[in-house]
C-alpha cells in the first residue's frame, strides 16, 4: 500500500523556467510533508517541509503548497538551475506520540534541468 | 559540519555470503534509522532505533536481516545469506529525539550492495 505517492517518474524543465514537482498521499492522519533532494550515489538531502497546519512554506527558489482536502503537496523551483537536477522525494510523517518519527517516501521524480 | 557515517561505500557479495553495514549518526541523536532503497523507489524503513532500544521493525526480513545498536551510538545491520533481490542502498539516517516541526532526518551517502 503506496501512501506516498509520486506519479511523474521524471520532468525536464528549461534553466530559468519553473519546476513543479507532485505528491499525493492516502492517508489523512500524516502531520508533516518533507522533500528530499538526491544525488547519485549520495543519500537524500533535506530541502524543505510543511506542517499540515499551513498551506504554503517558502524558502528562497523553493515554496512548497499544501492542499489537505485533494491530499496533494507540490514543490515549485523559480527559477530552476542546473544543480537543481536530481530525484525529489516527496516524505510524509505523523505528528504527536514520540516514534512517530519515521518518514514513508514517495517513489521519486527525477528533475533534468536543460541549459 | 556533522555527519552521518556509513561503511562501506560499495559492497559486492556472492548470494549466500554474509554481509555487514555500519552507521555512526550524528553525535547527541539518540533516534537511528535503516532504511533501504531499490533503485527505481523510494527509501523504505527497515528498523527504527531509540538509542538501544528497537522502536519498529516491522519491515525487516527477520530471517536474514539483523540490526544491533548494543550502545545506543553506531550501529550495524547484517544480512546472512544474501540474496539477489537484496541487492539495494542501505541508508542510515539519525534525528534528535524529539526532531519538533520539520521532523528533519540526516541521512548518510549510503552503502551500496551488489549481490552476484
Known amino acids: 500500500d503506496q501512501q506516498v505517492k509520486q506519479n511523474s517518474p521524471s520532468l525536464s524543465v528549461q534553466e530559468g523556467r519553473i519546476s513543479i514537482l507532485n505528491c499525493d498521499y492516502t492517508?489523512?492522519?500524516?502531520?508533516?510533508f518533507l522533500w528530499y533532494k538526491k544525488y547519485p550515489a549520495e543519500g537524500p538531502t533535506f530541502l524543505i517541509s510543511?506542517?499540515?497546519?499551513?498551506d504554503k512554506n517558502e524558502d528562497g527558489r523553493f515554496t512548497v503548497f499544501l492542499n489537505k482536502s485533494a491530499k496533494h503537496l507540490s514543490l515549485h523551483i523559480v527559477p530552476s538551475q542546473p544543480g537543481d537536477s536530481a530525484v525529489y522525494f516527496c516524505a510524509a510523517q505523523f505528528g504527536g506520540n514520540f516514534g512517530n518519527e519515521k518518514l514513508t517516501f514517495g517513489t521519486g521524480t527525477r528533475l533534468t534541468i536543460i541549459p | 559540519e556533522a555527519e552521518v557515517a556509513q561503511s562501506p561505500r560499495y559492497k559486492i557479495t556472492e548470494k549466500s555470503q554474509a554481509v555487514a553495514f555500519w552507521c555512526d549518526p550524528i553525535?547527541?541523536?539518540?533516534?537511528l534509522y535503516w532504511y533501504r532503497q531499490i533503485l527505481g523507489q523510494g527509501p523504505e524503513l527497515l528498523v527504527q532505533f531509540q538509542d538501544e532500544s528497537v522502536v519498529d521493525d516491522s519491515q525487516l526480513p527477520k530471517d536474514r536481516f539483523s540490526a544491533e545498536r548494543l550502545k545506543g551510538v553506531d550501529s550495524t545491520l547484517k544480512i546472512q545469506p544474501a540474496e539477489l533481490g537484496d541487492s539495494a542502498m542501505y541508508l542510515c539516517?539519525?534525528?534528535?529525539?524529539?526532531?519538533?516541526?520539520?521532523?528533519?532526518?540526516?541521512f548518510g551517502e549510503g552503502s551500496r550492495l551488489t549481490v552476484l
Open positions: 553525535s547527541g541523536h539518540a533516534t
Open positions: 492517508n489523512s492522519m500524516f502531520d508533516y
Open positions: 539516517a539519525s534525528s534528535l529525539v524529539w526532531t519538533g516541526p520539520t521532523g528533519e532526518l540526516f
Open positions: 510543511i506542517s499540515s497546519i499551513k
